[in-house]
């Protein structure tokens, strides 16, 4: 038997919905991307309105005068947007696969966190644990390229490969995303076969590499990239100080031109293979435009 995937149904109450909530219904505008606190305040905006007119039901129509009133016309509109998407998600008899590609430092895990929390699939992983996995399984000298970080893995080329190469940190990268990729395809299989939704997030999804077709399952593949060369080195500093330096800072930071390089290569190949480039810039906006592809992915197949 496959879990529920989804959020469950809005509580706007009546005879054909779930019972009016008002801590419910924040929770479900949460999932559009307001912060907490501004979808709580719409959330007490129509449960104030529902009492004043004795009712105990509310419609989205009003709800969307409400958001409105409440966020203004152009958040208003994107989250009512957002919301009736993800109730229509719940006519989508299929798994869900996102995956979330791009360079070291660009916001990843966040992204594909927040994601999997706000569409209800409780399944995240990254290629980085699929790494580490391989890892205990093969020696350095079996297979030396995933026994190094994405951006170090030219260090695990023999002399005549370097050489050979033009550029060693692309060839390292590359021999070890073909590695980690066996790995992560069989997640996805485990997690299709199962009919689970599930998140995968990594450095190691390159356009092109990953495979994207699957039957009887959304696959959304997207690509995070910080454009700002400076936003991506403080994005080290404040990993470093949120995970109270488990990772080693001056190693990335040293690491960043390989990095960027990395992310140029990346880049190249999601605009070859049409896979969508999302600026993290900014990682509530990253948030939301991922979410958006992969709504408008879900109604597509509804509709057809």
Excluded at 83 to 112: C, F, H, M, N, Y
Excluded at 208 to 213: A, D, K, L, Q
């Amino acid at each position: 038997m496959s879990e529920r995937r989804y959020l469950p149904e809005l509580p706007l109450g009546g005879e054909n919905s779930p019972p009016w909530s008002k801590g419910l219904m924040a929770r479900a505008l949460a999932a559009t991307g307001l912060t907490l606190t501004r979808a709580y305040e719409l959330a007490r905006r129509a449960d104030a309105e529902m009492l004043e007119r004795g009712a105990d039901r509310l419609d989205l129509d009003k709800l969307a005068e409400l958001a409105a009133e409440v966020l203004g016309e152009r958040q208003a509109s994107r989250t009512m947007q957002r919301l009736r998407r993800l109730q229509l998600l719940r006519e989508l008899d299929l798994p869900i696969v996102l995956l979330v590609g791009g360079a070291t430092g660009t916001g990843k895990s966040t992204v594909a966190t927040e994601i999997a929390h706000r569409l209800g699939i409780t399944r995240v992983t990254s290629t980085d644990f699929i790494r580490q996995t391989m890892r205990a399984l093969f020696s350095r000298e079996l297979m030396p390229s995933v026994h190094y970080s994405s951006f170090e893995a030219q260090l695990a080329l023999t002399r005549a490969e370097e050489e050979e190469s033009g550029d060693a940190t692309l060839l390292g990268f590359l021999d070890q995303t073909r590695n980690v990729l066996v790995g992560a395809e069989a997640a996805v299989e485990r997690a299709l076969t199962e009919g689970w939704s599930m998140v995968l997030e990594g450095v190691h999804l390159v356009p092109g590499m990953v495979r994207v077709e699957h039957r009887d399952a959304l696959v959304v593949h997207v690509v995070l990239a910080v454009e700002d060369e400076d936003v991506h080195w403080s994005r080290f500093w404040v990993r470093d100080f949120a995970t109270d330096g488990l990772r080693p800072l001056e190693k990335y930071l040293d690491g960043l031109p390989e990095i960027r390089a990395l992310q140029d290569a990346i880049l190249d190949r999601a605009r070859r293979f049409d896979v969508p480039v999302i600026a993290s810039g900014s990682l509530d906006e990253a948030i939301g435009d991922v979410l958006d592809i992969v709504l408008s992915g879900a109604e597509r197949l509804v509709r057809t």
